[in-house]
């Protein structure tokens, strides 16, 4: 693999296969080639996970050993999974904690960026996704994109920045099959495309999405990337998911649309795309806030209500943000008030898939350690 541009913090070896003792090894970080002894024997799955601070690659091999013969394998690995990395919007500040206890705590504020930021509101975060090698990439809500190498990078840079006129982006997407960052702008009818095998900062390729004849009215809260490049939007404006392919000519990019039981949100949506199926966060359905659809945009099931205040699994303030996107479960940002004390409410929340299993929360209300300032039921 290309060597991740933030420092590794550790790499393991597992091998397993029928009829032998799973074998795990701690490789050492200086080493250039690693010799294992492996039982002889079909199947014999080869496992290397690498670790920077903040996420985790992961490649597989399966192949066949014969006895008393040396084989070489190739493991390529690619990006797996994430820490838990929130925009913690109005606190100013990008939170990492590894697990839905809090573990490992861990912040990065204006000051620390080395961005020459002089003033808390430069930056506020809304949205993070990651490129192919690993990098944090920042949604700032105040101008442009951001990018760190992880969560202790104290040398970041601007790979997105307005020149007079802020770009105030709201959303991002990454295509990691593609190489391409995709952004919207709040109150905005274009979706922005820049080149992330090219070097920054980057002249954005607008794609004026009102061109197309499906859409009226354009104001995407969320955005979303397939493993193949489609894009999905969440467009509060029209109240619709959109399934948009940005290769097709203009007037022809619409690929699938969705507008049944998305109620009115007028605080805003988001879409992810997982594991071969898009999942939508509604403050206001009628039926359930998390909902689950395959790639064509056809609905599979939804579970989860809106509670004033939530008292179980399954309630929500008002979901609005999925974060930590690339990890097995979903996490979504959940704030509100308190219907008593009138009393902001900030938490996480995850689950494991479409139906709400595994359910757990995380956090409150709040400027210090375990706690989060989320603008999103004040509207996006």
């Known amino acids: 693999m290309k060597q991740p541009t933030a420092a590794l913090t550790s790499i393991a070896l597992i091998v397993s296969g029928p009829d032998m003792s799973t074998i795990a090894k701690t490789v050492d970080l200086q080493t250039s080639e690693l010799t294992v002894e492996v039982p002889a024997g079909s199947a014999r799955t080869f496992t290397l996970l690498i670790n920077t601070f903040s996420v985790t690659f992961k490649g597989q091999t399966t192949v066949d050993l014969k006895p008393g013969e040396e084989a070489v394998v190739d493991i390529t690995p690619t990006l797996e999974s994430t820490q838990i990395i929130i925009p913690d919007s109005d606190n100013y500040r990008v939170v990492q904690i590894s697990d839905m206890d809090g573990t490992g705590w861990t912040e990065i504020d204006y000051s620390q960026l080395g961005l020459g930021m002089v003033n808390y509101s430069e930056f506020n975060p809304y949205d993070i996704d990651f490129d192919k090698e690993g990098r944090i990439y920042v949604a700032n809500n105040s101008d442009g994109v951001i990018r760190l190498d992880d969560i202790n990078d104290t040398s970041a840079e601007w790979v997105v920045k307005g020149a007079g006129a802020p770009y105030y982006v709201n959303a991002i997407a990454i295509d990691r099959e593609h190489n ?49 490049g489609f894009l999905y939007f969440a467009n509060i404006s029209s109240y619709q998911i959109i399934k948009y392919d940005p290769d097709a000519a203009a007037g022809s990019r619409v690929v699938a649309i969705y507008n049944t039981d998305l109620g009115f949100p007028w605080d805003g949506m988001d879409v992810v795309a997982k594991d071969g199926y898009v999942y939508v966060v509604d403050h206001d359905s009628p039926t359930h806030v998390i909902q689950q659809f395959d790639q064509n945009l056809n609905f599979i099931q939804g579970f989860g209500s809106v509670k004033d205040p939530p008292q179980q699994a399954g309630e929500f303030w008002s979901p609005y943000r999925f974060v930590a996107i690339l990890n097995k479960k979903l996490y979504v940002l959940d704030d509100g008030t308190d219907p008593i004390t009138y009393n902001p409410m900030s938490r996480i929340v995850s689950f494991g898939n479409g139906s709400g299993e595994g359910w757990e929360t995380y956090g409150k209300y709040g400027s210090g350690i375990g706690e989060f300032d989320f603008p999103f039921s004040s509207g996006y």
């Open 180 to 228: 391409f960052l995709y952004f919207t702008i709040r109150y905005n009818q274009n979706v922005y495309q820049a080149d992330l095998s090219k070097t920054p900062p980057w002249i954005p390729v607008l794609f004026d999405v009102i061109l197309e004849p499906e859409i009226t009215s354009f104001d995407a809260s969320g955005i979303a990337a397939d493993a193949q």
